[in-house]
C-alpha cells in the first residue's frame, strides 16, 4: 500500500462515524452468531452498526424500523448478509426479510446512486452468487464465507465502507507528444534511445553498444542538415534559424540518452562523450573548408555549443562530478586543417558565437539582447523536462570554472544565458551550498581540491576585472561576481 499522500483521494477522515445497517435472516443459531460476530468485529474497527440484537427493543415497529435504517440518509452502506435462508425469504417476499426486500428493491430502481447495497457472501451454494436473491444478483458482493480467504475480503469491506479502495483510479496523464510528432522529423537515433533504454537494466552491456551505434547515427543524421554556397539565400539568419529549429529532435535523442546513461555510475563512461565532441568539431570545420568562421556551418556550431552545455547540466544532475572535472580540464584534438598549429584545445573551442544570428535581431527589430540566448531558453524544454533553469546555471558555472582557470579574457566560456538570471535575485544552487562540509566532500572533485582551504585558494583566484568586462554588448548587467553565490569564509563551516 502506497503510504504518500494522494491529493486526489480525499484522505480518511478517523473522527467521522461511517455507520452500517446489517440486513439478515434468522436462519440458524450459527448464523445469527456469525452475524453478530460480524457486528461486533465491524464496531470495534470503528464502523457503527446498526443492528436488531442491540438497535430494536420491545415495543417497537420492526417493519418501521427497518424502513427507517434502509432509508437513513446518515446510513452510509446497508450490508445484505447472503444466506439460503435470506434468499429463498427474500425472493419469495415473506416475512421481516420480505418486507425489507421490497424496500431495498424500491431503493436500488428509484435512485441514481446504487453504491449503498453492499451483497455480502456468507454462505455460497454451487456458485459463488447462488445464495443471493434476485434483486440483488447483478451487484458485486464481499466474499466472507470462506475462512481462508475471510481477512482479505473483509478489509474490502472496510475499505468499501470507507471509500479508501486498494487499487486507485491513477490520475489521468496527457497523451505522449510522440504522437504528434511527423514520422519524417525523426531520426533512427530516437529507435536507438529506446533499444538503449530497453536493455539498460536486462541486459547492460548491450545496451552500450547501442550507444555506440547512438553517436555513429548521430554523425550521419548531420549530414541533412549541411548547407552549401547557392543554399544560402537572403536572408541568411533565416537559413541558419532554420537549420538549428530542425535539428532539435537530434539534439533531444541526445539528451534523453545522456540523462539515462550517466545515471549509471558504472558503465557511464566519459572517454566517449569526449571523443563525441572532436568527431563533432571536426565534422563542422570540415565542411568549411578550413575556415572556422564559414557561415555554412554556423547551425552546427550552435548544435555543439548546446550540447555542451547539456552535457554539464546532465552530469551535474546526476552527480557525476568528476566527470564534469574532466570535460572541463581535458585537451580536446582536433584535425589541423583547419587550424594554424596542432595544439589540442580545451573546452572553450565548443563556446560558438554566431553574428549571423545576432543580424537577425537587427533585421527583423526584434530588440533583444540575444538571440543566442533566447534560442538556448526557448527550447529548454526535453522529454517534459524544463531545463531553463539549470543550463543557465550551468552555462554560468563554465563560466566561473574558465575564469578560475585563465587570466586572459579571450579564453574565457561566454555564459549567454546570464541575461535570464533575474540578476541579483538568483543563486547557483551548487554554490551556494558550499558552506555544507558534507556537500562540498561530494562535490570537490569538480573543482580538482581536496580541502577547504584549497578551495577557497582557488576561488581568491577569481578575476573581478575580467568579470566587469564580460557582458552582452549594448547591455548594461553584467555577470555577478562568484563571491555573490558563496562567501568564502563560511566554504565547509557548517554540517
Known amino acids: 500500500m502506497n503510504n504518500k499522500e494522494d491529493k486526489n483521494i480525499p484522505l480518511i477522515d478517523r473522527t467521522k462515524t461511517y455507520k452500517v445497517f446489517i440486513s439478515y435472516c434468522w436462519s440458524t443459531p450459527e448464523h445469527e452468531n456469525w452475524v453478530y460476530n460480524l457486528a461486533e468485529r465491524l464496531m470495534s474497527d470503528g464502523i457503527e452498526v446498526k443492528y436488531d440484537k442491540w438497535d430494536l427493543k420491545e415495543g417497537q415497529d420492526k417493519y418501521a424500523f427497518m424502513e427507517s435504517m434502509v432509508n437513513d440518509d446518515t446510513i452510509n452502506k446497508v450490508l445484505v448478509i447472503c444466506d439460503k435462508g435470506y434468499k429463498e425469504k427474500a425472493d419469495k417476499r415473506c416475512g421481516g426479510v420480505g418486507t425489507e426486500t421490497q424496500i431495498i428493491t424500491a431503493e436500488l430502481y428509484n435512485k441514481v446512486e446504487q453504491t449503498k447495497f453492499i451483497p455480502i457472501i456468507a454462505e455460497q451454494g454451487e456458485y459463488f452468487d447462488s445464495y443471493m436473491p434476485t434483486f440483488i444478483k447483478s451487484r458485486i458482493g464481499i ?47 530516437k529507435n536507438i534511445v529506446t533499444s538503449f533504454k530497453n536493455n539498460l537494466y536486462k541486459n547492460p552491456q548491450q545496451a552500450l553498444s547501442f550507444v555506440e551505434d547512438f553517436f555513429l547515427e548521430f554523425m550521419n543524421s548531420l549530414d541533412a542538415f549541411s548547407l552549401k554556397d547557392n543554399d544560402l539565400t537572403e536572408p541568411q539568419d533565416e537559413i541558419i534559424y532554420n537549420r538549428i529549429h530542425d535539428m532539435q529532435k537530434l539534439r533531444d535523442d541526445y539528451i534523453i540518452l545522456l540523462n539515462y546513461w550517466s545515471k549509471d555510475q558504472t558503465f557511464f563512461n566519459i572517454d566517449k562523450i569526449i571523443s563525441f565532441f572532436e568527431k563533432l568539431y571536426n565534422y563542422a570545420y570540415q565542411r568549411s573548408n578550413g575556415n572556422p568562421y564559414d557561415i555554412k556551418i554556423e547551425h552546427y556550431g550552435f548544435l555543439i555549443m548546446e550540447l555542451f552545455i547539456y552535457t554539464i547540466t546532465i552530469l551535474l544532475d546526476n552527480q557525476q562530478y568528476e566527470a564534469v572535472y574532466t570535460l572541463l580540464n581535458t585537451k580536446y584534438f582536433f584535425n589541423k586543417n583547419f587550424d594554424l598549429d596542432d595544439e589540442p584545445k580545451n ?27 533566447d534560442i538556448l531558453i526557448n527550447r529548454s524544454v526535453v522529454n517534459g523536462i524544463n531545463y531553463r533553469d539549470k543550463i543557465i546555471d ?28 533575474g540578476f541579483r535575485n538568483h543563486k547557483i544552487d551548487i554554490l551556494k551550498r558550499l558552506i555544507s562540509k558534507r556537500h562540498f566532500e561530494k562535490i570537490k572533485v569538480l573543482f580538482g581540491v581536496k580541502t577547504t582551504e584549497e578551495l577557497k585558494q582557488l576561488f581568491s583566484q577569481f578575476s573581478e576585472e575580467i568579470n566587469t568586462q564580460i557582458r552582452h554588448y549594448g547591455s548594461m548587467s553584467g555577470i555577478m561576481p562568484l563571491k555573490y553565490h558563496i562567501n568564502y569564509d563560511k566554504i565547509g563551516t557548517f554540517i
Request: charged share 30%; no cysteine.
Open 347 to 373: 573546452f572553450k573551442v565548443f563556446n560558438f558565437h554566431s553574428q549571423i544570428l545576432e543580424n537577425r535581431n537587427t533585421r527583423l527589430k526584434l530588440n533583444r539582447i540575444s538571440i543566442t540566448a
Open 143 to 189: 466474499d466472507l464465507s470462506k475462512n481462508e480467504t475471510f481477512e482479505d475480503e473483509y478489509e474490502k469491506l472496510l475499505r468499501t465502507i470507507t471509500e479508501r479502495p486498494k487499487h486507485r483510479k491513477p490520475k489521468i496523464g496527457t497523451l505522449p507528444s510522440y504522437l504528434f510528432e511527423d514520422e519524417e522529423n525523426n531520426f533512427k537515433t
Open 394 to 421: 550551468s552555462d554560468i558555472l563554465i563560466y566561473y570554472i574558465s575564469n578560475l582557470n585563465s587570466n586572459e579574457i579571450y579564453d574565457i566560456w561566454f555564459p549567454y544565458t546570464y541575461i535570464y538570471t
